[in-house]
């Protein structure tokens, strides 16, 4: 099956220390993106991708770092600079053909003790 | 700047009722325009889009959306909603010459009652 996975779908962390979530994608996708969620504020993307190698920051970067060395995968670490991090976290990615459809991953909640 | 308006936080609707979510957007260029939906703790799913030509839109699950230039909206509607409805819903918009990001409303959290 194609699509993107998002793991864990749960984790937790105590404060001052650094999480890696992970975002991998089958579908041969160039770009790929991560959001935050929070109650009420929709979806905030914080970095995204178009190629590898290179990337680029959202509207809400700080505290938060990427890298893209493969294609399909784009892992997010939340560190400790990151004021608030209990959040649900969501993965996209896209196709490159012009107005190509955003598709996301199930997601990672993750909770700072 | 773009930015997308659903005045909306929730709505409550009993079982077989028709329900519409207001959608609102700014844009100083053209755009597109799509719906997604989520269900609880799981990630979006794209409902249905509007790219070009007819400005009505319909998903495989009986919603649909009309894109109103004049008014800059893109409602979405469902002449008689299910209880497999009751989700969150998202209104987004990208630029035409530049699909590389998507700007999302706040949701609008649609509840169906029996």
């Known amino acids: 099956d194609g699509g993107i996975t998002q793991s864990p779908k749960y984790l937790f962390r105590k404060e001052g220390q650094n999480v890696t979530l992970s975002c991998e994608q089958n579908l041969n996708h160039d770009a790929m993106y991560w959001y935050r969620q929070d109650p009420g504020q929709g979806l905030r993307l914080i970095y995204y991708s178009q190629i590898v190698n290179d990337f680029q920051k959202g509207d809400i970067a700080e505290g938060y770092s990427v890298s893209r060395e493969k294609k399909e995968s784009f892992p997010l670490t939340v560190t400790s600079a990151q004021k608030n991090p209990t959040a649900f976290y969501l993965c996209?990615?896209?196709?490159?053909?012009?107005?190509?459809?955003?598709?996301f991953g199930p997601g990672t909640r993750l909770t700072v003790l | 700047a773009q930015s997308v308006t659903q005045l909306d936080s929730q709505v409550p609707v009993f079982e077989e009722a028709p329900v519409e979510l207001r959608c609102n957007y700014s844009s100083s260029v053209s755009v597109y325009l799509f719906w997604y939906v989520q269900y609880p703790n799981q990630g979006l799913q794209l409902l249905l889009k509007?790219?070009?030509?007819?400005?009505l839109v319909e998903s495989i699950n009986g919603f649909e959306a009309e894109f109103n230039k004049s008014q800059t909206s893109f409602h979405l509607r469902k002449p008689s909603v299910h209880i497999s409805d009751t989700a969150e819903y998202f209104c987004a918009v990208s630029e035409r010459d530049n699909t590389d990001k998507l700007i999302f409303g706040t949701g609008t959290r649609l509840q169906v009652f029996p």
């Open positions: 509007y790219l070009s030509g007819s400005t």
């Open positions: 996209a990615s896209r196709g490159i053909a012009f107005a190509d459809t955003q598709y």
